[in-house]
């Protein structure tokens, strides 16, 4: 997969995983990652599939409609991926924190629907419910952030609260920040993302 690394002044800070949304771009989401952990190697990745000429990370068949099919292969081709870029990079697979937007978002929440301990945690902001009717792993030992827009067409409320309710019954903890706005990522809310982080993960 298409991809940068860059590595981090501490090497016991969480890699970041960046994940950008329809039309991104590996580059996308760096200021973010700055913002949120500013010593934390990160590995950002492009997605494999492309809409109308723009990156994504799965096919969708409509707005809001996903193609399973090809999200259950695209969820095991990131699998693999950080499997391999583990090894390539030489950093911790059990000490990765997703930081993705919207259909980025979705793929990181495909992982946790996917995989026991894929993530350590997740900044999903204005995610959908990637998958409904799967039993989704022991996700106690995760934390999630979720940023979601009261008046975001893309993803209305009760999706973000589905979404929360199912993470949350698989065990993960979960914290959602409701901006008034819609389905952009606004500057308060990357804020609110980066205190959940530095509250979690400080320390590492």
């Known amino acids: 997969m298409r991809h940068l690394f860059k590595k981090g002044r501490n090497e016991k800070a969480p890699v970041l ?12 989401l760096l200021p973010l990652a700055s913002m949120i952990s500013p010593e934390s190697s990160i590995l950002t990745v492009r997605g494999n ?3 109308n000429g723009m990156p994504r990370f799965f096919r969708r068949l409509a707005e809001g409609v996903f193609d399973e099919e090809d999200l259950k292969f695209r969820t095991k081709e990131l699998h693999d991926f950080l499997d391999h870029a583990a090894d390539e990079y030489e950093f911790d697979r059990q000490n990765i924190v997703a930081v993705g937007y919207s259909n980025g978002a979705n793929i990181a929440g495909s ?13 999903l902001h204005h995610p959908m419910v990637p998958l409904r009717g799967i039993t989704l792993p022991n996700l106690e030992n995760a934390a999630i ?4 827009g009261k008046n975001d067409p893309i993803c209305p409320p ?3 609260e589905e979404l929360e309710s199912l993470l949350q019954g698989a065990g993960a903890n979960v914290e959602t ?11 308060p809310e990357a804020e609110a993302a980066r205190d959940w982080f530095q509250k979690y993960y400080s320390k590492s």
């Open 17 to 28: 995983l960046l994940l950008h949304g329809t039309g991104g771009t590996e580059e996308d």
């Open 49 to 51: 599939v492309t809409e």
């Open 177 to 187: 920040y409701w901006g008034d706005y819609g389905h952009q990522l606004t500057q």
């Open 111 to 123: 992982l946790l629907f996917h995989y026991k301990g894929e993530l350590r945690g997740a900044i």
């Open 145 to 148: 952030f979720i940023g979601a």
């Open 158 to 160: 009760q999706e973000t």
